[in-house]
């Protein structure tokens, strides 16, 4: 089930508020363009700046809507390890297909104590999880031998791993002993490469804008035909950079914001681009026929 390009899909916010109705919008585009699947409340999402109630509703929102089209994974993490549990258990009653667990931040935990957590919360449910590391963001990451031990819990299904070390997944895919465990990109200029030593796909930023792109690439690396995923990584390449010219997803959605699908606003102490950033941004959208 969680393979493929799957969408790290944005909040779309309108006078501070939850923009529902660009978000049908936005999921309608991700099921016609064939994405695999769709993150609600992942870091794209902007979950730190939801309240608890917003975070829950728009997780509730996105599997009703979505109605099995495509699975839909629920960012739940927290650094409070009974908060992230009340959220997974949420995501778990309203329907989702799995969900997300960011490794916690600030507080940074032992190893001993990042295991403890996610031991914690898979005991606490029966839905799939996946762990997700991403230490530019938490200022903690995710030993592989910690994963791998992890791994030995039946519903943590896989891991997101956005570290930017290549040898940290592969050290990840040495040490899992189970056949069903997917390692899942985090960082769409490294899907490729991380899926040339085993892994199964990517949690994409870049599929907001471009999402038929990233998952013919993606299908064609599961398929083993390199050759064409590396014409399309290739091409996509300036698309991957520009999204993170700026913090995460202030780039993503200046993009949608151009290219007419949400209204461009985001949760302070996030904030739109600079002026030169955004004429860079249009640029590369031009050059892709976006705008």
Known sequence: MFKGAIVAIVTPIKENKIDYESYKKLIDFQIKKKTNGILVTGCTGEPATLSYEEHKGIIKFTVEYVNKKVPVIAGTGSNNTIEAIELTEYAEKVGADAALLITPYYNKPTQKGLFLH??????????????????????????????????????????????????????????????????????????????????????????????????????????????????????????????????????????????????????????????????????????????
């Open 118 to 291: 996610y031991k914690e919360i898979a005991n606490a449910v029966s839905i799939p999880l996946i762990l997700y590391n991403v230490p530019s963001r938490t200022g903690i990451s995710i030993a592989p031998e910690t994963v791998a031990e992890l791994s030995e819990i039946k519903n943590i299904v896989g891991i997101k791993e956005a570290s930017g070390s290549l040898d940290q997944v592969s050290k990840i895919l040495t040490l899992i002993k189970r056949k069903d465990f997917v390692v899942l990109s985090g960082d769409d200029s490294l899907t490729l490469p991380i899926m040339s030593v085993g892994g199964k796909g990517v949690v994409s930023v870049a599929s907001n804008i471009v999402p038929l792109e990233v998952s013919k690439m993606v299908e064609y690396a599961l398929k083993g035909d390199f050759e064409n995923a590396r014409k399309l990584h290739l091409k996509l390449f300036p698309i991957f950079k520009i999204l993170f010219i700026e913090t995460n997803p202030i780039p993503v959605k200046t993009c949608l914001s151009l290219m007419g699908m949400i209204n461009p606003e985001w949760r302070l102490p996030l904030c739109g681009p600079s002026n030169d950033n955004v004429e860079k941004i249009k640029k590369t959208l031009k050059e892709f026929g976006l705008i």
